[in-house]
């Protein structure tokens, strides 16, 4: 006999939050990914999507964007895809996505 298992909800370590009511409790995701050091080059159309330059690498071309309401970050070029804590990770935010909600819980 086949069982659905119940959905456990996912919390971020030392809060009661989810990571998508982390991300959905920022001010401005913008503000915040431009603070990190991330270079947009086009404003976010009507489904969120900013165009941006890699986080770790120079290009004429921007072949990354991020969604600002979401966080997801898609670089074209490498296929490599992050949420906004793993983000952090591999920009040298954050030493672990732990820590990454844990602060932006707050």
Known sequence: EFRLREAKRVVA???RLTPR???ERIPSLETLVRMWGLRLVRSAGPDGWA???AYDREDRNPSASIN????????????ERWDLFGLGVVMGIYLTREDAMRDLAR
């Open 13 to 15: 370590p030392g809060t």
């Open 68 to 79: 600002l309401r979401t966080g997801y970050y898609v670089d074209f070029a490498t296929s």
């Open 21 to 23: 009511e982390i991300v």
């Open 51 to 53: 165009k941006c330059r």
